[in-house]
């Protein structure tokens, strides 16, 4: 590989920090060893290869040179792994696993040791733990009773948490239990205290039977996954509500509705569908995987006499070359465990998505949330729809169908197609970074961003082209970022920008809660596995909007949802401690968000983590009469550290924490310890990264209880940046952290 490649891609800063940290190999040293073009040659060279599977006189460089180029053109990219291991030792080009759990002990921690495997890899794993008696059950081979599906999800997650993915990507995992499972009370509120089973997203899997029942106001069966008998009711209302209840409080559990997915799985005749990956948009098969790519549609724009269009040529182009890319991973694929690799080259399935889609808006001088946006939604996914399945016909021409086509539902439409899924609509996270665009099928969320730069500063950062219309429309001043700024990254409401730019320039929470699940459903409709997807509610929504929003999602025939109500998970980053008397303290549904009088923080470092534990001895004070006082005087009340059991010099840390805290008492300002302890972070010589991190996530909290009465939730990376629930994970839009 020529690692003295001169960069010629258009890649922005922040593209070129994520690649960096992420994607490009490095040396012994930990230094760069490739550019951008290196990796997407690496990539498209490796892929190719899978030409010669097939035609040994196959031309691989032309086919190498297509791959290349619609990548480097930030057309299209995979998924994160197959850009990460493609052309290396590693090799697992997959993101998406589902692994099943039996109901023995023997076969529950095979599954772990599968899991742990594959996010050694770089992939994610969804599970569905309905198999699993519940709690109190009879064990017959010990005579004592079962723990029950909870227990060994937290099993599941310890795990995870000890399994590091080479520093490139964290583990993640989907949880899922059917709706008519015993333990299903105890499953929706498993992660109410959000600092439990962190490395798991939950879903509940929702029937037809449920919800008919639900709609009907009538009870439903229980069902002991051990007998497969009835073994009690519940009110399908009252589950509901806790579902909609818990969801309104911290964002999960989702909902999978896993008839609908059964419905439309290719191969019934092979295995039911019983979980997802970690962010929903692949219902699988136990054992089974998917590799994903992503198509950048606002890249896909022409400009006619001042107005842009779809190009529908060079789109079809980019489809049918990225259906052959993402056939010939299956292919050079090499899979972290052999059951995985049977299943996966018998059912073939890809996940050709989009990211974009509200750049592509603008352009198009479309409003998301409207009749127009709705209309280009399905236009797009039927055309993508379309031509990725005539793609997927013509490679089953030259390679033949899917191994188990014969009695899939393809088979029954007399449809012969290389891949069994062909389209679906998945997170993009960090390579819609790369690609510099929005994610997935989701709304811009803001029009202006935070960027970091030197000595913890941060500097807003707004989205080209609204200032390039901006001054092309007249409406540009100098005082406009900051008019938007105040107004919460929006321009509804301003006065300066024309009412058809605001209905243009719309961001995630100026769209009300229907049009956002209008959205998901039109892409749903032309999507063969599932879309990935933040039903956003502003904070002052209810927990019967949350149910509003299931039946309308249900209705509309999508294969789940999730929802995030602003500001419902702030107390996720800033852990909710004890009260004076040791008494937990949580908000209910319909109370306001009432913080303890301490405040844990998560901090990593180099040497594992530590938390630092913010007390306010605000005693039986409320948490908003509490910032009042904070804004208006500046200053906490003490500060300790609970360090990492591998960090060197805890005793000289606890010091630092000891001295900062004494300073609280007297009412002295913090920020100028702060100021000139990073100063002098140097000097600290082995402590530096550590005494660094603690000092970042200090500051973190200062400007977070100071400035935000909403509390938004600080990126636990980079410290600043307030991360967001979008595509159905929490995430980071500025250093490519995501929880997923």
């Known amino acids: 590989m020529n690692k003295t490649t001169i960069p010629t891609l258009k890649l922005t800063e922040n593209a070129l920090r994520v690649l960096e940290k992420r ?61 990460m291991n493609a052309g290396r030792d590693l090799q697992q080009l997959s993101a998406c696993f589902v692994l099943p759990v039996p109901d023995s002990m023997e076969g529950i921690f095979e599954t772990l040791k599968q899991a742990a495997i594959i996010h050694k890899t770089g992939g994610g794993t969804g599970f569905s733990f309905s198999r699993i008696r519940p709690k109190h059950d009879r064990v017959k081979t010990t005579g004592g009773v079962a723990s029950g ?54 879903s509940v899997a929702m029937t037809e039977a449920f919800m008919e029942a639900h709609q009907s106001g009538e ?54 569908i019983e ?69 996966t080259k018998a059912n073939r399935k890809i996940g050709l998505g989009v990211m974009g889609f509200a750049r592509m808006l603008f352009k198009l001088e479309l409003p998301y949330n409207s009749d127009e946006g709705i209309k280009t939604a399905k236009e797009l996914m039927a055309f993508i729809k379309r031509t990725g399945d005539e793609a997927s016909a013509r490679l ?55 960027k970091n730069v030197m000595d913890g500063e941060h500097l807003p950062y707004v989205l080209d082209y609204f200032i390039e219309i901006a001054k092309r429309e007249g409406f540009y001043s100098e005082d406009l970022l900051d008019r938007v700024i105040e107004n ?80 419902s998970r702030d107390h996720q980053v800033l852990n909710v401690g004890t009260d004076l008397k040791g008494q937990s303290k949580r908000p209910g549904p319909e109370s306001s968000l009432e913080l303890t009088p301490e405040l844990r923080v998560k901090v990593k470092t180099r040497h594992g983590s530590s938390y630092v534990h913010v007390a306010f001895g605000i005693g039986e004070k409320g948490m908003a009469e509490f910032l009042k006082i904070l804004k208006r005087e500046g ?21 630092i924490c000891r001295l900062i805290s004494d300073d609280l008492v007297e009412g002295k300002p913090i920020e100028k310890n702060m100021e000139q302890m990073l100063k002098s972070n140097a000097q600290f010589g082995d402590m530096s990264t550590d ?9 973190a909290v200062m400007s977070l209880l100071k400035n935000n009465t909403t509390m938004d939730i600080p990126c636990p990376e980079c410290g600043f940046t307030p991360v967001r629930m979008q595509e159905g994970c929490l995430s980071c839009t500025r250093c490519s952290w995501s929880r997923c």
């Not at 299209?76 to 850009?83: E, I």
């Not at 909902?255 to 439309?264: G, K, P, S, V, Y």
């Not at 393809?410 to 665009?437: C, F, W």
């Not at 005494?691 to 500051?699: F, G, N």
Request: charged letters at 25%; glycine letters at 6%; aromatic letters at 10%.
């Open 275 to 343: 979980a997802t990956n970690p962010c929903g948009e692949q219902p699988l098969l136990p054992y089974e995987s998917c590799n994903l790519g992503s198509i950048v549609l606002d890249r896909h724009l022409k400009e006619e006499d001042g107005k842009y269009q779809i190009d529908w040529t060079l789109l079809e182009e980019t489809i049918r070359i990225a259906v052959r890319f993402l056939d010939n991973v299956i292919d050079m694929n090499r899979y972290p465990i052999s059951e995985i690799e049977k299943i």
């Open 488 to 567: 919460k990254g929006s321009v509804q409401g301003l006065t300066q920008v024309p009412e058809h730019w605001q209905k243009v320039f719309v961001t995630s929470h100026d769209i009300q809660v229907e049009w956002h699940v209008i959205m998901q459903a039109a892409f749903q409709e032309y999507s063969d596995s599932a879309v990935s997807k933040t039903i956003n509610l502003p904070h002052s929504a209810t927990v019967k909007d949350v149910k509003e929003a299931y039946l309308m999602a249900y209705t509309l025939g999508c294969k789940g949802i999730t929802v995030y109500r602003d500001g």
């Open 635 to 655: 200053r906490f009340y003490q500060l300790f550290l609970s360090p990492s059991p591998h960090i060197k010099n805890r005793e000289s840390l606890d010091l």
């Open 691 to 699: 005494v660094y991190a603690l000092i970042k996530s200090l500051a």
């Open 23 to 83: 994607y490009l190999i490095k040396d012994d040293e930990g230094d760069v060893a490739e550019v951008p073009e290196d990796l997407f040659r690496r990539v498209a060279e490796n892929i190719a290869k899978a030409e010669g599977l097939y035609d040994s006189n196959a031309n691989l460089a032309e086919m190498e040179e297509s791959f290349y180029q619609i990548m480097s053109a930030l057309r299209f990219l995979p998924n994160s792994p197959t850009l």
């Open 396 to 450: 089953a021409e030259e390679r033949g169908v899917y191994p188990n086509w014969p009695g899939s539902l393809h088979e029954a439409k007399n449809q012969k197609l290389r891949n069994s899924y062909v389209t679906t609509i998945a997170p993009t996270g960090t390579i819609s970074m790369i690609a510099d665009t929005s994610g997935g099928c989701e709304p811009e969320f803001s029009l202006v961003w935070y």
């Open 149 to 202: 599906p909870i227990s060994f999800m937290k099993v599941f997650n310890h795990a995870t948490e000890a399994v590091k993915q080479g520093g490139t990507r964290r583990g993640a995992n989907m949880g899922i239990l059917r709706v008519d499972h015993p333990d299903i009370l105890d499953f929706i509120s498993c992660k109410a205290d959000t600092s439990e089973i962190t490395n798991f997203n939950i």
């Open 219 to 272: 009870d439903y069966d229980l069902i002991s996954p051990r007998t497969g008998q009835v073994v009690g009711q519940l009110s399908a209302t009252q589950v509901m509500d806790k579902i909609a209840a818990q969801a309104w409080q911290t964002g999960e559990p989702g909902l999978f509705f896993i008839d609908e997915a059964n419905r439309t799985n290719p191969t019934p005749h092979v295995s039911e």
